[in-house]
């Protein structure tokens, strides 16, 4: 899992949308914060999956 935690990617990325939403970016500087939003999305993926398996994982021992 990525150093960075769930809560600072998220906000990175909400900063990334805001500023590709705003406009006024030339081609080469809206890839590179689009190439870094796709980066910190894949962030907040491993840290909700991870976080899906310890649910799942505590369910089953619950139900046992």
């Known amino acids: 899992m990525s150093k ?4 600072a990617a998220r906000d990175e990325l909400a900063k ?6 705003s406009g006024g970016l030339g ?3 809206s890839l590179k914060l689009w190439e870094r939003g796709e980066e910190l999305a894949n962030i907040c993926q491993e840290w909700l999956d991870g ?3 310890k649910l799942e ?3 089953q021992v619950a139900d046992e």
Do not use: F, P
């Open 4 to 7: 960075m935690s769930y809560e």
């Open 57 to 59: 994982a505590a369910k």
């Open 27 to 29: 081609l080469e500087e």
């Open 51 to 53: 976080a899906r398996a």
């Open 16 to 21: 990334v949308v805001s500023t590709l939403e």
